[in-house]
């Protein structure tokens, strides 16, 4: 089975604190994504990354950045939290096999900022 | 905009009977489609998938149905139980492409 970690459930951060989300998958999976869930807006694209090192930005990338080092390791960077940013945030990853590319998911991490 | 929708936001059932959810897309050049589970407090957790070149897959307790003509996308879930409470979101996505869309989710709430 697929899994995909996320190094936290839950996070509490004050408005301009940087804050690391680290999303790990241990399936080998070349793309792997970063995502908030807000009430009524369901999932939303932070960013995604194709391999090592590249990353794309996705629908809502501003005040976010990341870091893909390894293979099974996608961060998600809030450089200065803001209380917008108050969300669900859910990584995932996946291959393309047999044509198909189905997204895992983490656990999410419910994060606020006051 | 093109956008990945759902009819209804929520849905309550009768624990035995059977649930049907339903989604609307608007990209015709979709062709490929999956149903996931979230269950409170998890990550979304892959139920079952379509390629547009069929309009109906079964999985365990679970169907799939897709009509392309009117681009509409439902799960059917048989005998449902409490188990089963839980948002479910249709996603979309082209071949080969990294680019999926979801829609908002509906609210599956089954009653004893």
């Known amino acids: 089975d697929v899994k995909v970690t996320q190094s936290s459930r839950y996070l509490v951060k004050r408005t301009g604190e940087k804050v690391f989300l680290e999303c790990v998958q241990d399936?080998?999976?070349?793309?792997m994504f970063w995502y908030r869930q807000d009430p009524g807006l369901g999932l939303r694209l932070i960013y995604f990354s194709y391999d090592v090192k590249m990353k794309e930005k996705g629908d809502i990338p501003e005040g976010y950045s990341v870091s893909r080092e390894k293979k099974e390791r996608f961060s998600l960077i809030l450089e200065s939290a803001s209380t917008n940013q108050t969300s669900m945030y859910l990584c995932a990853s996946s291959t393309v096999w047999r044509g198909k590319e189905t997204q895992y998911f983490g656990p999410g991490t419910r994060l606020l900022v006051l | 905009g093109e956008s990945v929708g759902l009819h209804l936001p929520t849905l309550s059932v009768q624990e035995g009977d059977n649930s049907i959810i339903n989604c609307a897309y608007s990209?015709?050049?979709?062709?490929?489609f999956i149903w996931y589970k979230q269950e409170s407090g998890k990550g979304p957790q892959f139920i079952i998938d379509?390629?547009?070149?069929?309009d109906k897959r079964q999985g365990q307790r679970v169907t799939v149905l897709l009509n392309k003509t009117v681009k509409h996308l439902s799960l059917q879930i048989a005998a449902t139980q409490p188990g089963d409470s839980a948002v479910y979101f249709c996603?979309?996505?082209?071949?080969?492409?990294?680019?999926?869309?979801f829609g908002a989710g509906t609210r599956l709430t089954v009653k004893p």
């Open positions: 379509i390629r547009s070149n069929m």
């Open positions: 399936m080998d999976h070349e793309n």
């Open positions: 990209n015709s050049a979709s062709d490929y």
């Open positions: 996603a979309e996505a082209t071949y080969n492409n990294n680019d999926m869309r």
